[in-house]
């Protein structure tokens, strides 16, 4: 099992920037991948940007050049540093790992970002 926990949210203006936390309960090379999506308000939940044991990264067409997702393993965490933020930035930002050989995905609990315009 994983544990997951965001922090960094909260409220910007747009144009600015934020650093999103996820700490994770083991090593995060432990882990295949792990991503961060995003939910807005009546939206559906989207993949925002992932990483894979290898440092392979994806990104959502709407965040390419604004956000970047990396590690630091000494604290077993992946970040997500988004720069350039819009109003169509807000949203619960969840942080997601996908464990080989489990059959479920973990999830954290979110963190609530606003961008204000």
């Known amino acids: 099992q994983v544990q997951l926990v965001e922090s960094g949210g909260g409220l910007v203006q747009a144009g600015g920037s934020l650093r999103l936390s996820c700490a994770a309960s083991?090593?995060?090379?432990?882990?295949?991948?792990m991503a961060w999506y995003r939910q807005a308000p009546g939206k559906q939940r989207e993949l925002v940007a992932g990483i894979t044991t290898a440092g392979s990264t994806n990104y959502a067409d709407s965040v390419k050049g604004r956000f970047t997702i990396f590690r630091d393993k000494s604290k077993n965490t992946v970040l997500l540093q988004m720069n350039s933020l819009k109003p169509e930035d807000t949203a619960v930002y969840y942080c997601?790992?996908?464990?080989?050989?489990?059959?479920?995905?973990?999830w954290g609990k979110g963190t609530l970002v606003t961008v204000s315009s």
């Open positions: 997601k790992a996908e464990v080989a050989g489990d059959v479920m995905d973990y």
């Open positions: 083991r090593s995060i090379f432990s882990i295949n991948t």
